[in-house]
């Protein structure tokens, strides 16, 4: 949680943020580093209302199957012996993540200690299904279905359990619980009150002379293909009104960077911004870039999906038809839902564009973001789902 910059971190805290002025009080038992930063934390501060009490933890790398296990294994132990000696005793409610991986496992252990206790579950990503999309783990192995059995059992003892799109919500529905399900999604990090619709001035600072600027900023990791992204961008080598920009990061990003030829005019490579200047970055682009491969659907849902939209710019998603992109793309006509069948439609629908179907676009999308997925939006239906579960604060 704060102050990292992990995503999921960054909606904890606002979340503790927004529950503390609802009238409720919030504490945080995060970790004491930081996932990229290499940074430590203080044990106890008071964060814009959020009562943090950190877990002092060593300083094990996550890279490594063993490293996040090693971690996963010290967390839990640590939050399971402050409940045992009292820190929930007076607790309404636990809100618990996916960061550690498997944390839903110390549910059961909760309710026993407290079998008064609420506990919400807000899934970002499943595992073990991402470690087995990344073929560190085979389904069929003992180890993978005894957890699988440990999960579900841990599933049923949750009072809500929080996803973040319809085909992740069908991968949970495998575990067979019939606990209360809700769809929270996580808004942008960045919303700006004003969609930039001439964005001449801001193209021209960050890409020249490009007409039509397609955007990817972001991780590019094991759940992204990278070769498809290539191969989409490649569609467009021969017209020299178009420019594709890669700002990213990750376990795919070198790669990517390395298959890159000396035809792959249209192009650009771009640093990470700072935070202060993301608004520009994105609003300056006409169009941004998601993608997810296939077998991490619904194991993982691109949050910058949120974060283009926020910013009033359509997407073309790279992904899965089934994906929860894929459906709020094609009933809120924010982009284009691009497989390998459809790819070369597609490109000819970006490359009829002209500045009043762009214009079009650009508003519908800021409108819909404001609609259904602001952080407004989404607190409000956090505070809602509470006071179903056990009343107002």
Partial sequence: MAPDDVVSAIHFHELGKYLGKCGYRVEAWPCNRSRRQKRNFKSLENLSGVEYRRVFRLGVSQDRVLGRLSNTFWMLSSWLYRAMTGRLKDTRFVIIGTDPIFSVLIVPLLKLINKDLKILYWSFDLHPEASIAQGKFQENSVFIRVLKRMIALSLKKCDSIVHIGECMHERLKLYE?????????????????EIVLDNSHLKRKYFGEAELVLFYSGNLGEAHDAQQLL???????????????FSVRGSKAELFKSNLSVEDRNIKLMEFCDRNELNDRLSAADIHIVSLNETWNGIAIPSKFFGSIATGRPVVFLGPETSAISKWINQYGLGWSVQRENIETAAKSINELDVDALNLLF??????????FSKHTILNGWSELLNDINGSP
């Fill in 231 to 245: 191969d989409f961008a490649r569609m467009f080598n021969e017209d020299p009104r178009v420019l594709f920009a």
């Fill in 177 to 193: 619980t019939s606990t209360q399900y809700k769809e929270l999604v996580p808004w942008a990090i960045s919303e700006p009150n």
């Fill in 363 to 372: 508003k519908k999308c800021k409108n819909t973001y404001d609609q259904k």
